[in-house]
T-cell receptor
Framework: KAGVTQTPRYLIKTRGQQVTLSCSPISGHRSVSWYQQTPGQGLQFLFEYFSETQRNKGNFPGRFSGRQFSNSRSEMNVSTLELGDSALYLC??????????????FGPGTRLTVT | AQSVTQLDSQVPVFEEAPVELRCNYS??????LFWYVQYPNQGLQLLLKYLSGSTLVESINGFEAEFNKSQTSFHLRKPSVHISDTAEYFC????????????FGKGTRLSVIA
């Protein structure tokens, strides 16, 4: 069974631009979560999607948004990029909701650098 | 809201020595607890989890963790480490009610020295 895939793996953008990251979950998984990982703040939860609905959202500004498609694939978008958005963005999928204790499987991440 | 504290940011240890990575959490509700491992340039992998039942949980590669409700701790231990255990380890907690997402600690970098 293929794992969680994220594209692209590396990205360089300029301040003010916008970016879209993509995540394909493991086949059969319906929950997709996104995390931002930085050396200073560690791993921070962005949002969780389940059956195309956002179920939880972390404490991030409205510039960060996401969506989930009917095939469970998910995208996250960051508009008006700032230098502080440079980070590793991790996607994780699970069979069902995090609240039910299902294991999350993480992708390798997308390394975003904002210059 | 939950929070997780990993007391050590870095832990160096000699090969074949025992190790303990400490994790304390705070929560006003019942929780699930997890340990994840991140090898260089890779995503996170689940090492072990506590959902309910026995407070001692084990992984297939020799790690174990014990849920201590009174101490609000979930420390990770291994009796004898290998070079291949060098990685960053994250403790995480989630709320059983589903009202809050998974919260991670800042991580502990384990360095195994030959």
């Amino acid at each position: 069974k293929a794992g969680v895939t994220q594209t692209p793996r590396y990205l360089i953008k300029t301040r003010g631009q916008q970016v879209t990251l993509s995540c394909s979950p493991i086949s059969g998984h319906r929950s997709v979560s996104w995390y931002q990982q930085t050396p200073g703040q560690g791993l921070q939860f962005l949002f969780e999607y389940f059956s195309e609905t956002q179920r939880n959202k972390g404490n991030f500004p409205g510039r960060f948004s996401g969506r989930q498609f009917s095939n469970s694939r998910s995208e996250m978008n960051v508009s008006t990029l700032e230098l502080g958005d440079s980070a590793l963005y991790l996607c994780a999928s699970s069979f069902s909701l995090l609240a039910e204790g299902y294991e999350q499987y993480f992708g390798p991440g997308t390394r975003l650098t904002v210059t | 809201a939950q929070s997780v504290t990993q007391l050590d940011s870095q832990v160096p240890v000699f090969e074949e020595a025992p190790v303990e990575l400490r994790c304390n959490y705070s929560s006003s509700v019942s929780v699930y607890l997890f340990w994840y491992v991140q090898y260089p340039n890779q995503g996170l992998q689940l090492l072990l989890k506590y959902l309910s039942g026995s407070t001692l949980v084990e992984s297939i590669n020799g790690f174990e963790a014990e849920f201590n409700k009174s101490q609000t701790s979930f420390h990770l231990r291994k009796p004898s480490v290998h070079i291949s255990d060098t990685a960053e380890y994250f403790c995480a907690v989630s709320d059983r009610s589903g009202n809050t997402p998974l919260v991670f600690g800042k991580g502990t970098r384990l360095s195994v020295i030959a």
